[in-house]
C-alpha cells in the first residue's frame, strides 16, 4: 500500500501535536504570565480588555524572553496565519488575532487550529501538496 503525502505530514504534525498536550497539561493561567526575567515580552490586555502581544517591529535582536502565553500566541497566529493562506485563500492582519486570555482557552484555539491542519492536508492530493500555488501569498511563501 502507498501512503500518501498528507498522511506523512499529518503522522508529523500528530508527533509535534502529542508533545504539545503532553507539556501543555500542567500550563495554567498563572504559568502563562510568569516573566522569566525583566523586560520579558508577553500578553497583556488592552483598554478593550483583549490580549494584546508585545511587539516591536524590526525586532530586537536578541528577543526579550519570552513568556508562555506570548509563545501561544506566536503559534496561533503562525498557524492561523499559514492555515488562512494555504486553505483558506487569505488571513487576518497579526493585529487581529489576539491571545484569548488563559491557558485553557489558549489550548483550546490551538487544538481547533491543529484539527483544521490535520483535515486541510488529508484533502488534499500530492499534486496539490506539490504545487506552490498555495503558499504564494505568505511573505516567505514565494515559490515554496
Do not use: K
Amino acid at each position: 500500500m502507498t501512503t500518501v503525502r498528507a498522511e506523512l505530514l499529518t503522522g508529523q504534525l500528530d508527533i509535534a501535536w502529542a508533545l504539545f498536550e503532553h507539556h501543555f497539561a500542567g500550563i495554567d493561567d498563572a504559568a502563562c504570565l510568569w516573566e522569566p526575567a525583566p523586560g520579558s515580552w508577553t500578553v497583556r490586555p488592552d483598554a478593550e480588555g483583549r490580549w494584546r502581544p508585545d511587539w516591536r517591529v524590526p525586532e530586537p535582536d536578541p528577543v526579550p524572553a519570552l513568556t508562555i502565553g506570548w509563545l501561544t500566541w506566536h503559534m496561533d497566529y503562525w498557524w492561523t496565519t499559514t492555515l488562512g493562506h494555504c486553505l483558506h485563500g487569505g488571513a487576518p492582519d497579526r493585529e487581529e488575532i489576539t491571545w484569548p486570555g488563559g491557558a485553557a482557552a489558549a489550548a483550546e484555539r490551538l487544538r481547533a487550529l491543529h484539527e483544521g491542519w490535520r483535515a486541510g492536508l488529508l484533502a488534499l492530493s500530492d499534486a496539490e501538496l506539490d504545487s506552490a500555488d498555495r503558499t504564494a501569498a505568505l511573505p516567505w511563501g514565494a515559490g515554496r
